[in-house]
């Protein structure tokens, strides 16, 4: 099996990494028993990036290597510490290249060195509980699970970038035309279709430097995908000016230059998108003696199409400084009308599967199904093993209005909901009006310890309510022993600390 050199058209599997979970974490610490929530967050996994590189001329690399991952991100851990970010996966394209996804749509026309476009965004890393907690939520026992990387087929199909292409038949001579005026060495031999793939020239007129692109050649029919031509066609989409090589010499019967012109134009004009280009005529190998004479029949011809013509021969190098400055004029022209490309950097962001709203509810054969980005994000990110996790994303739900828009549709208890896309969803039972967590004796996520009456928060209540009746002469120290002995330094209703104590009474069930 014959290994390619060239190869301009590839189709890629690209996977970003997963973001790492987030960790419920209580720290502990000597004499501190109620540290509090300390689990960090988990890292965001790597994303899919193309890069374009100057120095890369063909997509082989994907040919053989058509599997691509970003590296996932690492999990949090406690002591407020964060996971890892996943390493990036940087892939480098020639320039010029166009990305499409499965279904043949243009996502990307990446143009212009170190232009990149993230094609795979990395999932998002999971929340810890010390990022979940809050005035009501002391000590979440729970985390967030880190999301899913992007994962999709693409397409990257490479169009030469060249200032100038090199259109014509079979064995024109445009091989041997850009060997003439550069420094390429295409293979060249006497048989039909011997460029088989695209050849870039870089060729020097007086000051000014160019690329010529020597596409292989067009016969009849190209436009329709006979031979070769048509494959190679979309290379010559972004020259400049085009070059028709027309061979004057040719052994074929029934062929002349005027016709092989007017046959390229044909298949040019249906291919498309090329009307705009300025063309040359080069007709080629007036080394030989009745191709001059070809030549000098036809030339008028042409030029009466208002085409610039030049007789030129690529074996001995005659009229070829007349084309490759034509050449170059044309390409300034061009440069001097084409805007600047500045590296840029593009990222794809998929459309809200909500649509303009936060979540869309449809009734189907299965269910109530549930899309929106927000819902499908928050049942990716929870852990159904831990019952605190599954109640804070029903209050997630509640609060974005899912459950009143199950109302108004006319949802009933008992009733199947479908939250995601069907190939990955998450059932529910529905169950309106009941409070995730109401069945346990203290709101979710929130510690009884933290909220303990305790008799020194009693104590120190009841001193500062006293303050404001002290005598001028006492302190908050005389006010303290006063409250605390009221036999001895004054009379008290009840004793700090004791049944008599409301604090005290409230905060101790047996009292």
């Known amino acids: 099996m014959a290994v390619p050199t060239f190869v301009d058209r590839v189709t890629l599997h690209v996977s970003a990494g997963k973001g790492g979970d987030g960790v419920a974490s ?51 851990a406690g002591a407020h510490r964060n996971g890892s970010h996943g390493a990036d996966v940087v892939l480098p394209v020639p320039e010029g290249t166009v990305v499409t996804d499965a279904d043949g749509t243009v996502l990307a026309d990446l143009v212009g060195p170190g232009t990149e476009l993230v094609i795979a965004q990395g999932g998002r890393g999971g929340l810890g509980n010390a990022a979940l907690a809050s005035s009501k939520r002391k000590a979440p026992g729970f985390a967030l699970l880190g999301e899913p990387g992007d994962e999709l087929d693409i397409a990257l199909e490479l169009k030469v970038v060249a200032d100038i ?38 060729v020097t007129a007086g000051e000014t430097t160019f690329t010529v692109a020597d596409v292989p050649g067009l016969i009849e029919g190209a436009s329709e995908g006979r031979g070769l031509g048509h494959d190679f066609l979309r290379h010559i989409e972004r020259c400049a000016a085009l070059v028709h090589v027309i061979d004057t010499a040719t052994m074929e019967p029934g062929r002349n230059p005027v016709e092989d012109l007017d046959i390229m134009e044909n298949e040019l004009a249906r291919y498309g998108g090329l009307e705009d280009r300025p063309r040359l005529v080069a007709l080629n190998k007036i080394d030989v003696p009745d191709g001059r004479d070809i030549s000098d029949i036809t030339i008028d011809d042409l030029r009466e199409r208002g085409l610039r013509v030049f007789p030129v021969s690529a074996a001995s190098g005659e009229g070829m400084r007349e084309l490759t400055f034509a050449m170059a004029e044309i390409v300034l022209a061009a440069r001097a ?106 709101r979710r996520g929130e510690d009884e310890r933290f909220e303990e009456k305790r008799p020194a928060h009693g104590r120190r209540r009841a001193i500062q309510e006293a303050m404001p009746e002290r005598a001028e002469t006492e302190t908050r ?10 036999e001895k330094f004054g009379p008290k209703a009840y004793t700090i600390g004791s049944a008599d104590d409301p604090d005290w009474a409230e905060s101790d069930p047996e009292a």
């Open 26 to 76: 209580v720290h502990r610490e000597k004499f501190k028993p109620l540290g509090g929530p300390d689990g960090g967050n988990g890292g965001p996994g790597g994303s899919v990036i193309l890069r374009v590189d100057p120095d890369v001329t063909t997509l082989i690399d994907y040919h053989h290597s058509p599997h691509r991952r970003g590296e996932n991100g690492g999990h949090g």
């Open 165 to 202: 292409g090199l259109v014509g038949f079979p064995s024109a001579g445009k091989s041997s035309l850009i060997a003439s005026i550069s420094r390429a060495r295409p293979k060249i031999a006497d048989y039909p279709f011997t460029t088989l793939v695209p050849n870039l020239g870089v």
């Open 337 to 442: 009308e084409r805007e600047v490309v500045e590296a840029q950097r593009i990222v794809l962001r998929p459309p809200s599967a909500g649509g303009g709203d936060d979540f869309t509810v449809t009734a189907s054969e299965d269910g109530w199904r549930v899309r929106g980005t927000k819902p499908e994000r928050w049942v990716r990110q929870t852990n159904f093993s831990n019952d605190e996790a599954v109640g804070f994303l029903a209050d997630r739900l509640n609060r974005l209005g899912v459950e009143t828009r199950l109302l108004q549709l006319g949802a009933e208890a008992g009733d199947t909901v479908i939250i995601g896309h069907e190939d990955n969803s998450v059932v529910f039972d529905f169950k309106p009006g009941i409070d995730a967590g109401a069945e346990n004796l203290a």
């Open 477 to 486: 120290a005389d006010v303290a022993r006063r409250l605390d002995k009221p």
